[in-house]
């Protein structure tokens, strides 16, 4: 026994020793990506909770079919029973899944509206989706710039493919994010695993969420709505920096942006924007 468990948990130790800090999807991860707001552990929260509720079930239905099989077979009952009805037993197989979903109902309609609420922002990024890159907006702060994939070619060592931006989004640590999304063409959807995030970007519509990044770290997505042939190479990049380093972030690229003529920053060739299929 020990044979197999022994290198079994060894393994599963590595797994949960997985480095936390560049939060992106890693070579047989089976689970989500390590939560790093308090929206994703409310989200692994409620699916390991309900992956209980499926385990239990499961268990329960193979349970009763093995006694049934067993208990009921055609060998031991040569003379069926002519019975149909049995009020109690309907009763209990009818209320008790109402009751289970009754019992998911509550945290999971808690964590729609509490995603749904922009409680005091501190910050405002808008988020706008084109074929095929992003751009960001701070509109407090008057910052803007487009962020576009890292060719293969271009790529840096440590840097994931298809995952990297030439133009990260930085946003600052424990600071409560309000983000609103929209696409100048066609429906995308912004979407980051590890915080929990994933909301359309949809033409003449504002549609509105919150993250809070519990520590700092490079966090990465990618869009999510199929968005026409090169939807799979417009990456998210979110580097999430204390808050003193955001705040002189944002002075450098204020001081960058007046200064340009376009009025935007650039932080990279963009002349084979929305050519980014590499
Ligand atoms: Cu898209």
Redesign the pocket.
Known sequence: MSRIFVPALAFLSLLAAAPALADQPQPWGIWTQPAASPTMHQIVALNSLITGIILGIVVLVFGLLGYVIYRFRASRNPVPAKWTHNTPLELAWTLGPVLVLVLIAFPSFHLLYSMDRVKDADLTLKVT?H??YWSYDYPDQKISFDANLVQDSDLKPGQPRLLTADAPVVLPVDTVVRIQTTADD?I??WSVPALGVKIDAIPGRLNETWVKIDQPGTYYGQ?S?L??IN?GF?PIEIDAVPKDQFAAWLQQNQAKQKSSSAGRVQFADTSNRGNNRP
Request: net charge neutral.
């Open positions: 989706g074929q095929w066609v995308h959807s869009c709505q968005c026409g939807h417009m």
